[in-house]
């Protein structure tokens, strides 16, 4: 493979799909020598480019499209790596005519499985299924973990109570859509389980739901969600015993600093999006099965049957022994 070459890399969202294209980057970065790799992404998830010492440049989605493309086009890359494959890359890929390696999101085949409950998609990790994308280029996975830089020097001191600084578990409650979060009497019920102090993280959306949680157990909870940065939240994570996480960015994040997970699925089932915990050396997928399961592929606002089987009836018992085992 020639040297100094100049390669953008393109995905637009989430957080979760976003942190996953980052053994993508690191790999070209270390094996093709010389290679400058810039990064397109939406303003939103700039924070988790931030501080990569792999990407040279980290260019944001303008307000519209011709610009973006105008800013491309002046940049003078070799190649595009699309790892979005929607209509606004292929109109990239189209207008700047810059030879292109498009990730095959097997669209028509997670319709099927989703509709069908059928396995129609191997359960290969999304990180394996981007590495595909830029196998033509000669690049291997590495097989190390996710990225992840902590923006800034924390300290547990100045971000948790005393009860908790010694040792804690956090248990992440947020998720964009009500049928990937376990029901608040569920959680309140695993955190009094639960030997160590819980630090619950989250957005602004679920404060009330934390509120409910730590009014129930008390001291051992501390509510963090809504209160602390997403980067802070990150730091929590990093320094903590085990996490405890739904179907949701900061959870798949977590998995940058190798710390052990209970990852928790509800509507959602990890193998069709191959979003299943990766590279990390202690996690336990917990889910059950049900003819209604999956019943989308990202998550609804209620239960389409309204039984809500698939976290009412998760056993708590697997959660709580996970994370009171050594």
Excluded at 237 to 244: A, L, Y
Aim: hydrophobic share 40%; net charge positive; glycine share 6%.
């Amino acid at each position: 493979m020639e040297q100094g070459l100049k390669i953008l890399v393109i995905r637009f969202s989430s957080m979760g799909d976003i942190i996953y294209t980052t053994p993508v980057v690191r790999c070209l970065k270390k094996q093709l020598p010389g290679a400058q790799i810039h990064f397109l992404t939406k303003p939103a998830f700039k924070y988790i480019y931030d501080n990569n010492p792999y990407v040279d440049k980290l260019h944001l989605l303008k307000t519209t499209l011709k610009e973006t493309i105008a800013d491309i086009e002046a940049e003078k890359f070799d190649y595009i790596i699309d790892l979005h494959n929607n209509l606004r890359t292929s109109l990239i890929k189209w207008k700047t005519g810059i030879k292109s390696f498009t990730y095959n999101k097997q669209t028509i085949r997670k319709w099927l499985s989703l509709k069908l409950h059928l396995q129609l998609v191997p359960p290969i990790h999304l990180v394996e299924r981007y590495m595909q994308t830029v196998s033509l280029l000669g690049i291997k996975n590495d097989d190390k973990p996710i990225d992840y830089y902590i923006k800034a020097n924390y300290s547990l001191q100045t971000l948790l109570p005393a009860t908790h600084q010694q040792g804690y578990i956090v248990f992440i409650i947020g998720a964009t859509h009500f049928t990937k979060r376990m029901p608040n009497n569920k959680i309140i019920s695993v955190c009094n389980k639960i030997g160590l102090p819980v630090v619950l993280l989250g957005g602004k959306d679920v404060q009330a739901n934390a509120a409910e949680i730590e009014a129930a157990v008390g001291e051992k909870v501390y509510n963090a969600c809504g209160v602390t940065t997403l980067d802070q939240s990150v730091y929590l994570v990093s320094k903590s015993q085990k996490v405890i996480g739904f179907d949701t960015g900061l959870t798949h994040i977590a998995e940058a600093f190798n710390v052990p997970i209970a990852s928790v699925w509800g509507s959602t089932v990890p193998e069709l999006l191959g979003v299943q915990p990766y590279k990390v050396k202690d996690a336990q997928v917990i889910g059950i099965e049900l003819p209604c399961r999956p019943c989308s592929k990202f998550g609804l606002e209620k239960c389409p049957l309204g039984h809500f089987k698939c976290m009412n009836e998760i056993p708590e018992n697997v959660i709580v022994n996970f994370v009171n085992n050594a």
